[in-house]
């Protein structure tokens, strides 16, 4: 089978490209090859390479400049997506849509199911639910896979736990909010759970996120740095009204995989423990 990646140089895409070609022909695509955000560019590339399996990871990610500038998010989220969306429908394609459990308003107390509705609050959240929509619009087969509190990366790892690790190397304090809730996820797991989600044939919508109960930010940054062995630092909880941000964040993000569970294919290891081994193997290569 021929998969063709967006947004291979992400993340996500770093880590989900060498698992995909293990079994499969990867054509990784970013920006430079295929930039979603062009309908003529997009249809070219797809109708060249013919794959049997997109996986659309490209995306605008950062939450705070969408909320900026909603022209960037719905253009690349939404219009991206439906570009990407159609020119599988033209040469049969399935589709992988990587969202967010953030496309929910985060005033559940427990964690999100797929069968709860859908309320975003931030430009970010409604752009990509809106891609959401889109590929159920446009296909017949697709699976949309919503992730949680996502790191991995190593290098490319510009998010919490690169920035804990960073912070609590050099300051003897680091402030941490302890009002919002989430369910991290590494990017290997996420990437070996996709593999296993395509072989199945079983389209629809996924949660795919670390098992366990869902932590508040300032748990997860807790587990971090006993993951790093780093003793020198101590952290403070504040509110999130400290660090007003221009983005709504939900208070709940955390998630259940029960769609997985349902099907008894919920391999997603517990959150701790995978957050271990990839920040003993982030210390390793740093």
């Given at each position: 089978m021929r998969v063709l990646v967006t947004g291979a140089k992400g993340m996500l895409g770093s880590e989900l490209c060498p698992i995909f070609g293990q079994q499969y022909e990867v054509v990784a695509t970013d920006i430079e090859e295929m930039d979603v955000r062009d309908p003529q560019t997009v249809l070219k590339t797809v109708?060249?390479?013919q794959p049997q399996l997109v996986v659309h990871l490209a995306a605008a990610t950062d939450v705070d400049e969408c909320e900026r500038d909603p022209d960037l998010a719905y253009?690349?989220?939404?219009?991206?997506?439906?570009?990407?969306?159609?020119?599988?429908q033209q040469v049969g394609a399935e589709m992988v849509y990587l969202s967010t459990i953030s496309v929910f308003d985060g005033t559940k107390c427990t964690p999100y199911i797929e069968f709860d509705a859908p309320n975003p609050q931030s430009i970010y959240s409604r752009s990509k639910h809106e891609g959401e929509l889109i590929v159920q619009r446009l296909l017949n087969r697709f699976y949309i896979v919503r992730a949680g509190w996502m790191y991995g990366g190593f290098g490319k790892d510009k998010k919490f736990v690169g920035k804990i690790i960073s912070l609590a190397k050099v300051r003897p304090v680091v402030t941490v909010v302890d009002d919002k809730f989430g369910s991290p996820t590494y990017t290997?797991?996420?990437?070996?759970?996709?593999l296993e989600l395509v072989q199945t044939g079983l389209?629809?919508?996924?949660?795919?996120?670390?098992?366990?109960?869902?932590?508040?930010?300032?748990?997860?940054?807790?587990a971090i740095l006993e993951a790093a062995g780093i003793t020198t630092c101590r952290l403070e909880a504040v509110s999130s009204a400290r660090f007003p941000l221009p983005a709504h964040r939900p208070r709940m993000e955390g998630a259940r995989n029960y769609h997985l569970e349902l099907m008894g294919m919920n391999h997603m290891r517990p959150w701790r423990a995978a957050l271990q081994e990839y920040v003993g193997a982030l210390l390793r290569e740093s």
């Open positions: 109708r060249a390479i253009l690349t989220n939404a219009i991206g997506t439906r570009n990407v969306a159609l020119a599988c290997l797991d996420i990437s070996r759970g996709l389209c629809g919508t996924y949660h795919m996120v670390g098992t366990g109960s869902p932590c508040s930010r300032l748990e997860y940054a807790g």
